[in-house]
């Protein structure tokens, strides 16, 4: 029996790594770049005040991201001004409020990223330093600012959520056996960035599945949230009667559920649709009652990193002078009804408590 190729490919591979190793001088230390470290045990500093900007402060993902925030201030002693932003006006207006309250930086989340310049040429005009999170801050060019920043891999995102949403496909036997009736909508529900090429790896991930093209359909929504999904998908099934099976991916749980709900309002059965949502907050919801909402799966997306771990860093900044690494790209993990107690877990994210099952009203003695 001869080798196959791949092991031959692997043996010389680990041949070569081991005849460089080698041949090394041991003697001589790598070259090592020394960064500035915040220091093990911090004295505490109540008179850093730093800002929380973030688009909508009533998203279940504003209130975990800022209880997190809120505990990296209780842990180090700084205190934090959370201000919601809701357009470039307010952002501007916060910025000047956290210059006048002599605060020495702000994290921003906001997933209008057009607004960075002006953003960060009014907080560097007040001594303000920055840290985006989630999406990164550009100007009109599409260039980022130079400004650290905590995301995501969106493609990577996207990608996980096309190529799950195919495998449920065919295990449901939709490919092979109701591929004519079949389509995708791709709901989204920001203008950002970041929806944008997550949307786009999903519609890749399909295409080269060999999903038919034609089949893979945007629906834009008019703003976030689950009714703007639901009237996405409504549209969807009045312009394409003929499909009997639909799959909704989406940049938000949120926007999943609502189109799926869409689809079951229509008399779609829950074993005729698949959603694929993002973010995990919602989902974990959704999973934790015993009814099936059609949701299959979601990408979780911790929001430790965006709100403890951001905040912590833009302390050590301003109190250390240890500034944050340019680009850091926070884990991602996909979940299902199988999977999202563990997953809840592991992330440090509280699950929700179950519904409490109706009771009837004790008779009148």
């Not at 080698?22 to 220091?39: F, I, L, N, R, V």
């Not at 470039?88 to 990223?113: E, F, R, T, W, Y």
């Not at 599409?142 to 449920?168: Q, W």
């Not at 950002?192 to 893979?216: N, T, V």
Request: proline share 9%; with cysteine; glycine share 8%.
């Amino acid at each position: 029996m001869h080798p196959r190729p791949h092991v031959l490919l692997l043996a010389t591979a680990v041949l070569a790594v081991l005849t460089t190793l080698s041949g090394c001088d041991d003697t001589t230390p790598p070259e090592t770049t020394t960064q500035p470290q915040a220091p093990e045990i911090d004295v505490p500093r109540p008179d850093i005040r730093l800002g929380l900007l973030v688009h909508n402060p009533d998203t279940l993902w504003a209130q975990h991201q800022l209880a997190e925030a809120r505990q990296a201030a209780d842990k180090l002693r700084f205190e934090l001004i959370a201000l919601p932003i809701p357009d470039a006006d307010a952002a501007h207006a916060a910025i000047d409020h956290l210059a006048a309250q002599g605060a020495g930086g702000l994290v921003i989340s906001n997933p209008d990223n057009t607004i960075g310049y002006d953003l960060a040429q009014r907080a560097r005009a007040a001594n303000l330093k920055v840290l985006s999170t989630g999406h990164s801050l550009v100007g009109a060019n599409g260039l980022p600012h130079g400004i650290p920043h905590i995301g995501f891999n969106d493609a990577k995102i996207g990608n996980i959520a096309g190529v799950v949403l195919d495998a449920t496909m065919r295990a449901r036997g939709w490919r092979s056996r109701h591929l004519d009736t079949t389509a995708v909508c791709l709901l989204t529900d920001t203008p950002s960035a970041s929806a944008q090429a997550r949307l786009q790896a999903a519609r890749e991930a399909l295409e080269s599945a060999r999903f038919p093209a034609q089949r893979i359909i945007n629906a834009p929504q008019p703003k976030p949230g689950d009714a703007p999904g639901a009237d996405a998908a409504a549209v969807l099934m009045r312009q394409h009667t003929d499909i009997r099976h639909w799959a909704v991916i989406g940049t938000s749980d949120r926007a999943v559920l609502g189109a799926l709900r869409a689809f079951k309002d229509a008399g779609l059965a829950t074993d005729a649709v698949i959603g694929i949502g993002t973010g995990g907050l919602h989902a974990l919801k959704a999973f934790r009652h015993d009814t099936d909402t059609g949701l299959h799966a979601s990408v979780l997306l911790s929001p430790g990193p965006h709100g403890y771990d951001a905040a912590s860093a833009m302390y050590h900044w301003i109190a250390h002078g240890v500034e944050p690494q340019p680009h850091t790209v926070t884990p991602e993990r996909l979940i299902d009804r199988r999977n999202y107690q563990e997953a809840a877990q592991e992330a440090g994210i509280e699950l929700p408590a179950p519904p409490q099952p109706e009771t009837e009203p004790a008779p009148a003695p």
